[in-house]
């Protein structure tokens, strides 16, 4: 046995599908990788846990890497878990957490799918991907790319965040900016898979990227030492963080790792909120008409360029976790984002980004509405690092003329 893959499983139906070959969607529909969790939980324990390297592929029964093969990485250590007690006072809160996934290698959690989609991308074999892209799944993909030695084709929105689109380049894929959404790059990438032979490495397009966002889920349970938490505040793109830290939980209560609020009680599993925009809210827009799929959203136009994702494949999925967990799915104000932005970053020092800035928008309402009570355990993931949007971080500031004296006290109040 080379990994704990039993098979893969087709999301919409539970169709049982081959783990030994490249696969990608079945019925046009994501596909789960399925573990045999019972020979797992005999080959790894906590305490074997506790001595391994803290890094994402401290996990590796857990994950569909075959044991003998060495990992596509850029160092992905593990991301600190903030608490924020002058953030929790602000809305009424008493424990509130913030993972800060920009210390990852590209400065944002998608480090930790691509880095998963690439392995396995080497292991198949291919050495030609291609992926749409509004955000950091670009430049990921390209620095995982070039680290497996592999030729990457990115094809991102002209009005993509201009760090994103210059990562790209500098880590050696062609890269294509497109006039249209990305939605649009994503059919430019399906229509040359025949005529260029790449592997189309978009979201939920193969079943490996959920695995490497899986590690989110398992992190923090590790940091929770297994008691999860009440509450985890998400923004929602195309949906593998949110999905994979799901599958990581039932998972991990399936093995019996998780502890509840009591000795000898059931693991309470956390509610997910899934986080948008208001001008891109598709999940919003089919949780609250309780539907299932989510209908493409006209116009979508956000700053938080990681969440503007019209459709996405996995639109149930991301609404099942959200219903199974007892959470809920809302769009916040789209004016409002960078204030968000500026009270995390001026109250604790973290520099969000837009989209989790969206999720601080998401905490204030629920906390106020009293859908969050005061003593609840809160964790709001950073999916990355506020520099990588220099867009959204633009002001004016005061200018100082030297050629005059000083006014102290303008420059004090100012």
Not at 57 to 65: A, H, N, Q, T
């Amino acid at each position: 046995m080379t990994s704990f893959v039993t098979h893969l499983e087709g999301a919409i139906d539970g169709a049982n599908l081959t783990a030994d070959r490249v696969q990608t969607l079945h019925k046009d529909r994501p596909l789960w990788v399925r573990y045999d969790l019972d020979a797992v939980g005999k080959a790894l324990t906590k305490e074997i846990l506790r001595d391994r390297p803290l890094t994402m592929w401290r996990y590796r029964e857990l994950l569909p890497v075959p044991f003998e093969q060495e990992p596509v990485s850029l160092g992905e250590g593990q991301t600190p878990l903030l608490h924020c007690a002058r953030l929790a006072n602000r809305y009424g809160l008493e424990h509130l957490w913030i993972k800060d996934e920009s210390h990852l290698p590209t400065g944002s959690f998608k480090s930790r799918g691509l880095a998963m989609a690439i392995t396995m991308a080497q292991h198949f074999g291919i050495r030609r991907v291609a992926l749409p892209t509004a955000g950091n799944a670009g430049g990921a993909a390209a620095a995982y790319a070039a680290r497996a030695g592999m030729q990457a084709y990115v094809f991102m929105p002209e009005d993509t965040p201009v760090v994103n689109i210059y990562e790209c380049h500098l880590a050696g894929a062609k890269t294509f900016l497109v006039n249209g959404l990305i939605t649009d790059c994503g059919r430019i990438v399906r229509e040359g898979k025949q005529r260029l032979d790449w592997f189309d490495l978009s979201t939920l397009k193969e079943p490996y990227r959920i695995e490497g966002k899986k590690t989110m889920g398992l992190e923090l349970a590790e940091q929770f030492d297994w008691k999860l938490p009440d509450v985890i505040l998400y923004p929602t793109g195309g949906g593998t963080g949110l999905i994979g830290m799901w599958k990581a939980f039932l998972e991990l209560r399936t093995l019996g790792w998780l502890l509840g609020e009591s000795t000898g009680s059931p693991p309470k599993l956390p509610r997910m909120v899934s986080v948008q925009s208001t001008g891109c809210a598709p999940i919003a827009t089919a949780f609250a008409a309780e539907s299932r799929f989510a209908e493409p959203f006209p116009n979508a136009a956000t700053v938080a360029s990681g969440i503007r994702v019209p459709a996405e494949v996995g639109d149930f999925m991301i609404l099942d976790a959200v219903r199974q967990s007892h959470g809920t799915a809302l769009a916040v104000e789209e004016s409002r984002i960078r204030e968000w932005m500026r009270q995390v970053a001026s109250t604790e020092g973290i520099a969000i980004c837009p989209e989790t800035a969206a999720c601080m928008g998401a905490l204030e309402q629920l906390s106020q509405s009293g859908w969050i009570r005061p003593d609840e355990r809160v964790v709001v993931f950073n999916t990355g690092a506020a520099q990588k949007y220099v867009e959204a971080l633009q002001c004016e500031l005061p200018r100082l003329d030297i050629r005059h004296p000083l006014d102290w006290d303008w420059i004090s109040e100012a």
